[in-house]
């Protein structure tokens, strides 16, 4: 088959009556449910494919902006089955006309220059007031695919797919003045569909075993963790699914073990931080009332896996039925559409203890845990980031990727598609995708050490220190420009937490309190972030390159030593 398309339209023939998705609207298990078969799947997506048809917008961009929920996935399947490249995008949430989400939908548009606009009808009517503050979204039509009618599925034809049609961008998470779109072909998507499917051990027998209903799933939909794997498998393989928002997960996240112990998933998962909101949330009471017996892959990816939390999630949930060999660590980023790496089924994670990671990632304090191995079809080498050569076994260098799950490059961005996605290797074929990550490997097993680069994972979204450092500068004259350092450091249990240095004017010594305050008002209203410290330095001591270039890691060298040369006293958060 050459895409989901046909998938889809193969699993509405055979069985038609078949739920597909399962959503909680509350997030709770005994609230509303709303449910959608495969044939009615097929009918909603076709009927949005086809009035995409009749305006004539195949081959043009589409903007996705929904509330989770199932609306999403119907107007996600109907622009691939009208040849429109889909654009899953942050949907405006409560009063979004803050600068941080005006700014972030206008780069948004800008860069992927969508035709029109699909979303809910909540959706739709906040767009409607955002744009008197956006013009590049008042000339954009904007449709409540509710309201398209199921007749007009009479109307779709079927569109002529290949592999290398593309399919949708995903655009990185992070926010930054120049936003990257993810080209992801049809291709990509089959072929990365079963690398998880392989991975995860989705295999027939299982899915008998389990009546179908392997997965159960909170994470966002528009991004590609939560839309690759448990939205799209479901389609890849016929399944029924159970899924429930974000936001109801992050409000009581005990919500997401309860349904797991009602519903028994096979798979289920997130990053990091969210099992460790389950560990706080984890009362004698709780932990009495669940069955965690079926969770076969706890997945957790998208941001550094802590040994600390896989040993106390399974300390506490052992009793409810939690098996440590169900912790599934793996890895993986959009630019590989998404999966690379993944553990074995019902195999515990491989773990370094202190002292032997201690001599790959230099921490002596911190165990290293496995990520798994590549997917089949997928090489993955780890390469000396300057040399291009490829390093021994145990030795720290940038992770490589190449195979079919490999997107085709950044939207309408030919240099950073060259320096990222076409690097070669001497005694290997074909062009390697750079991840900018850093591992090693051993024994075949992955281990993510870090990034080359600076990019900030904070509960499991990516932060560019430029922005961060741009929104400190900005809020008092004594900052002094290009002499400010961003930063994340690990925190344990409590993962990255984020951390501000920046040059300050003598004379303004006496107002350091008020300087600290603003800048986490800053950076808070700008990009959302609760700085876990900020630190006033003295002029001309932020390391800094030859060519004037900030050093963050020296930095954050100099910071977790007690070396900076500090103005008054630091502020810790």
């Not at 896996?305 to 890895?331: D, K, S």
């Not at 490999?406 to 240099?415: C, D, E, I, T």
Request: with cysteine; hydrophobic share 40%.
């Amino acid at each position: 088959m050459a895409s989901l398309v046909d998938v889809l339209t193969t699993h509405a023939s055979q069985q038609p009556d078949r739920i597909a998705y399962r959503y909680l609207v509350t997030g709770d298990c005994d609230g509303a449910l709303q449910e959608i078969t495969y044939a009615r799947l097929a009918r909603r997506s076709r009927a949005v494919a086809a009035w995409l048809q009749d305006r004539g917008l195949a081959g043009s961009r589409a903007l996705l902006l929904y509330p989770s929920g199932l609306e999403f996935i119907s107007g996600y399947l109907g622009c691939l089955s009208a040849r429109v490249v889909a654009v899953p995008g942050v949907p405006p949430q409560g009063r979004a006309h803050n600068h941080r989400a005006l700014t972030r939908m206008r780069r948004l548009i800008a860069d992927a220059e969508p035709a029109v606009v699909l979303g809910g009808r909540e959706v739709v009517a906040a767009l409607d007031e955002m744009a008197r503050d956006l013009p590049e979204l008042s000339d954009l039509p904007r449709v409540v695919t509710e309201d398209i009618p199921d007749d007009a599925a009479d109307g779709w034809r079927a569109p002529d797919l290949t592999a290398d049609s593309v399919a949708f961008l995903q655009y990185t998470s992070g926010s930054t003045s120049a936003p990257k779109g993810v080209v992801v072909t049809h291709g990509n998507l089959l072929d990365n569909e079963r690398v998880i499917t392989e991975r995860m051990g989705h295999t027939p027998d299982t899915i008998e075993e389990y009546g179908g209903e392997l997965v159960l799933s909170w994470l966002p939909m528009y991004h590609d963790m939560g839309l690759i794997g448990p939205v799209l498998n479901t389609v890849h393989l016929g399944l029924t699914t159970t899924l429930f928002s974000p936001l109801h997960f992050l409000q009581r996240p005990e919500r997401w073990l309860t349904a797991i112990s009602r519903f028994r998933p096979h798979t289920s998962g997130g990053p990091n931080f969210a099992y460790e909101l389950c560990l706080k949330h984890a009362t004698p009471e709780l932990v009495d009332s669940l069955d965690l017996s079926s969770w076969k892959v706890a997945f957790n990816g998208a941001e550094p896996v802590r040994a600390a939390t896989l040993r106390r999630f399974t300390g506490t949930f052992a009793p409810a039925g939690f098996r440590r060999e169900a912790f599934y660590p793996c890895y993986g980023l959009a630019e590989a559409t998404v999966m690379v790496t993944g553990g074995s089924v019902d195999t515990s994670p491989v773990l370094l203890e202190p002292a032997d990671a201690a001599a790959h990632t230099g921490a002596a304090d911190a165990a290293a845990i496995g990520c798994g191995r590549p997917g089949p079809g997928v090489t993955l080498v780890v390469a000396d980031p300057e040399q291009g050569v490829e390093l021994p076994e145990g030795e720290v260098g940038e992770i490589w990727v190449s195979g079919a799950s490999v997107a085709k490059g950044y939207w309408r961005n030919a240099l950073a598609t060259r320096q990222t996605f076409r690097a070669t290797m001497a005694g290997h074929e074909g062009r390697f995708l750079r991840t900018g990550d850093l591992g090693f490997l051993r024994s075949g097993e992955l281990f993510v050490t870090g990034r080359l680069k600076d990019l900030m994972v904070v509960d499991g979204r990516n932060h560019y220190p430029q922005d961060l450092e741009l929104a400190a500068e900005m809020c008092h004259p004594a900052l002094r420009p290009g002499c400010t350092a961003a930063f994340s450091v690990d925190a344990g249990v409590e993962g990255e937490l984020p951390v501000l240095v920046a040059e300050v004017a003598p004379e303004a010594a006496d107002e350091a309190e008020k300087i600290t305050d603003l800048v986490r008002a800053a950076i808070g209203d700008a990009h959302g972030l609760a700085v876990h410290d900020v630190v006033l330095v003295h002029p001309g001591t932020i390391p800094k390159t030859s060519s004037g270039k900030i050093q963050r890691r020296a930095c954050r060298a100099a910071y977790r030593d007690g070396t900076l040369s500090t103005v008054g006293a630091p502020a810790t958060g």
